[in-house]
T-cell receptor
């Protein structure tokens, strides 16, 4: 069962903001939204996560709608090294050993 | 974040041989590690959950006798692909999960297995 929906691919000009959307209309009240990315032939890299408030760190910002049914990952100034597949994942608050389950993600291409 | 290493980073083997992949948590103790595999142009698929000191839990469709997992210590889990065949060629990635809090999951760099 796909719990998130993401566009399969996006392009972004280098230096511009990359806004990656994710729909998670069936999210439950105790589920977090996680974002990871995978650069070609590497393991996934954690980016950011949030529950209901917007979050920002050194890599990105996460904007979660008030109804929590969708979110947007923002890379404020995309570089060529941000070219990767970006995964939006929802998962319950940790208790036990629930692993991350990956969907198909969005392939972001940053273009010079 | 947590540092996770894998060894080897790539391996080529003949059909019928066994290959062992190591996953190490370098800067903290991990009671739980996860093993994923990824075929070309596809997403990561969870294979099994490895618990220190106990048997691994395998996902449906993953043969436990073919993919042997040993989690003998809090910093090391191994995946052995027994009697490998070309269809086992894939990118194998391990992951550790931090205990407590939101439980971020961190991933190793992956091991590319090619079976000839």
């Amino acid at each position: 069962d796909a719990k998130t929906t993401q566009p399969p691919s996006m392009d972004c000009a280098e230096g511009r903001a990359a806004n990656l959307p994710c729909n998670h209309s069936t999210i439950s009240g105790n589920e977090y939204v996680y974002w990871y990315r995978q650069i070609h032939s590497q393991g996934p890299q954690y980016i950011i996560h949030g529950l209901k408030n917007n979050e920002t760190n050194e890599m990105a910002s996460l904007i979660i709608t008030e109804d929590r049914k969708s979110s947007t990952l923002i890379l404020p100034h995309a570089t060529l090294r941000d070219t990767a597949v970006y995964y939006c994942i929802v998962r319950p608050a940790p208790s036990g050993n629930t692993p991350l389950v990956f969907g198909k993600g969005t392939r972001l291409s940053v273009i010079a | 974040g947590a540092v996770v290493s894998q060894h080897p980073s790539w391996v080529i083997c003949k059909s019928g041989t066994s290959v062992k992949i190591e996953c190490r948590s370098l800067d903290f103790q991990a009671t739980t590690m996860f093993w994923y595999r990824q075929f070309p142009k596809q997403s990561l698929m969870l294979m099994a959950t490895s618990n220190e000191g106990s048997k691994a839990t395998y996902e449906q469709g993953v043969e436990k006798d073919k993919f042997l997992i040993n989690h003998a210590s809090l910093t090391l889990s191994t995946l052995t692909v027994t009697s490998a065949h070309p269809e086992d060629s894939s990118f194998y990635i391990c992951s550790v999960r931090l205990a407590g809090g939101p439980g971020e999951q961190f991933f190793g760099p992956g091991t590319r297995l090619t079976v000839l």
